[in-house]
């Protein structure tokens, strides 16, 4: 078999085709007119008119932004302080407008574009959030008893005649939304027993023990409808005293 014709390295191709042909050559590209200066590619005029693309697409954004903001923000007051203070049922408006937390709400609800409307919305639903909340009936039976009711209108008949202004009676409301709450006021008005506002405590007597059984059929000691929790204390510290290591 003869030997296949070694090919000189520096000979073109075999296959009779001429370098590069068959082959897709480059597209030609083509320079504005614009950009061409003594037929060649004029740098600083495609820099200038880059910069001028640029500012345009900025212009057009930044209005497209005020646009989109004077749409979101039309029913918005003119400045913060322009919010006026809503009227809700049941709540003082003057105590409202002094309330610590209205200066906050005004600067978020200018911020986010909030109406007037949508202003007194978030007021009421806070002060729905914040409300007392009634207590379940079946909560305070199993925390405090069958007897609930008459110890609850114990509570709230001293707080009633504790409380020197609407101020104080509130936060004695405010205190009073829990069985817990209620325990703690029975320990307070057995602290107070028949103290006057802001009167000193008289001076505690010793009681005697036929006083103090006979404090004990006293109805305010064992009757749930007329319990008295002071009293019922009284009776109780009277025994302690006299039996420190005994109690009733």
Do not use: C
């Not at 001028?52 to 989109?68: A, N, S």
């Amino acid at each position: 078999m003869a030997d296949k014709p070694q090919e000189n390295p520096g000979s073109p191709p075999s296959n009779g085709q001429s370098p590069g042909q068959g082959q897709t050559p480059p597209p030609e590209v083509k320079i504005p007119d614009k950009y061409v200066k003594d037929g060649k590619p004029d740098l600083a005029a495609f820099v200038a008119g880059h910069n001028e693309l640029v500012g345009k697409f900025t212009t057009k954004t930044e209005d497209l932004r005020k646009e989109i903001e004077a749409g979101l923000f039309k029913e918005r007051p003119e400045a913060a302080d322009k919010y006026a203070v809503p009227d809700i049922p049941n709540v003082d408006k003057d105590e409202l407008a002094n309330h610590p937390m209205l200066g906050w709400w005004r600067e978020q609800a200018f911020t986010g574009g909030l109406s007037q409307k949508k202003f007194d919305e978030g007021i009421a639903k806070y002060i729905e959030v914040m409300a007392p909340r009634p207590i379940p009936e079946d909560d305070l039976k199993k925390d405090l008893g069958d007897n609930y009711k008459q110890r609850i209108a114990a509570v709230e008949a001293w707080a009633q005649k504790t409380a020197k202004s609407d101020g104080e009676m509130k936060v004695l409301e405010a205190m009073a939304t829990s069985a817990d709450g209620i325990k703690l006021f029975e320990r307070m008005m057995g602290v107070a027993g028949n103290m006057e506002g802001d009167n000193p405590p008289p001076k505690q007597e010793t009681l005697t023990v036929e006083q103090l059984r006979a404090m004990q059929n006293d109805p305010k000691y064992f009757d749930p409808a007329q319990r008295d929790p002071a009293f019922i204390k009284k009776v109780e510290d009277g025994y302690a005293k006299l039996y420190p290591a005994k109690r009733p």
